[in-house]
């Protein structure tokens, strides 16, 4: 008996321990500008059926994140860069060296979400969280997705997480804080991305990083905009980390 009540200790302190707590730093919360997402040359689709979403920034994702990239073996560098910092290839290298810099797939290698979960939110997803991917077309998959890679490290359950993400866009409309700075979507316009920043730091009281991408005709154009949320998914807080960028001086909102 008691060489068995040994073994199962033993047994226990091998298995890993799927209640430990993930230990970011802070969120990313992501939202697109859909008028960037849709006028590059991979073009967009529209979700379920439902039509176009509205001209608002949709979320992306909620993502934790390090204020440094940890240890040397980080298995996607290049998504990190791609995804999170926007950055060119030789940061995106040094990135990939120095380590990784976000958790992913946590736990049994990320849980799949369930309908169930979510099911007095799907209203408020479907319009704030819409996919503009033509490979899937699903909003929900695109939230599984999102779940499964970086809710699953968030120590928040499926019902929070989503709930957090909703709650932190539906505090500020961040089309409606650049139109205050006379920032409005143009497709001949473009303003200096340093307003853009400053826009959203008074707006919003924080400062947030930006990612622009390139349309069809190679011209730069806000496409994200990462703000930095406090562990709990709550609270805007200044972005720690500063973001190496492919906004030029100035940039485009195009018209969606
Ligand atoms: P992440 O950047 O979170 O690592 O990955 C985003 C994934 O979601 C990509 O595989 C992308 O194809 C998919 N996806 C589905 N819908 C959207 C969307 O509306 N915007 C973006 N940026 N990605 C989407």
Redesign the pocket.
């Known amino acids: 008996m008691k060489l068995a009540i040994a073994f199962l200790v033993l047994l226990s302190s091998l298995l890993p321990d799927s209640s430990t707590a993930e230990d970011f730093d802070f969120f990313y919360l992501?939202q697109?500008w859909?008028g960037s997402?849709c006028d590059t040359r991979q073009g967009?689709c529209f979700?379920d059926g439902a039509g176009k979403p509205a001209a608002a920034f949709?979320i992306?994702?909620l993502?934790p994140n390090y204020a440094k990239c940890r240890g040397r073996h980080h298995r996607e560098g290049g998504?990190l860069a791609?995804?999170?910092l926007g950055a060119d290839d030789a940061f995106l290298a040094a990135v990939g060296r120095r380590g990784k810099c976000w958790p992913?797939y946590c736990g049994d290698g990320g849980q799949p979400l369930s309908p169930w979960d979510v099911r007095d939110l799907v209203a408020s997803l479907g319009r704030s969280w819409?996919?503009?991917?033509c490979?899937?077309r699903r909003?929900f998959?695109?939230w599984s997705?999102?779940w499964k890679?970086?809710g699953t490290c968030s120590n928040l359950d499926p019902h929070d997480y989503f709930a957090r993400a909703l709650q932190l866009r539906e505090r500020h409309d961040l089309a409606a804080v650049l139109a205050d700075a006379g920032i409005v979507p143009s497709d001949t316009d473009t303003y200096p991305v340093d307003r853009v920043r400053d826009a959203i730091a008074q707006g919003t009281g924080f400062v947030a990083n930006l990612e622009c991408n390139r349309d069809a005709d190679g011209e730069a154009q806000l496409f994200?905009v990462y703000q930095c949320v406090d562990r709990e998914a709550k609270d805007l807080i200044d972005c720690p980390l500063p973001m190496p960028t492919k906004c030029t001086d100035r940039v485009k909102l195009p018209v969606f």
């Open positions: 992501v697109q859909p997402f967009c979700p949709g992306h994702g993502w998504g791609r995804a999170v992913e819409p996919t503009l991917s490979k899937n909003s998959e695109f997705y999102e890679k970086h994200q």
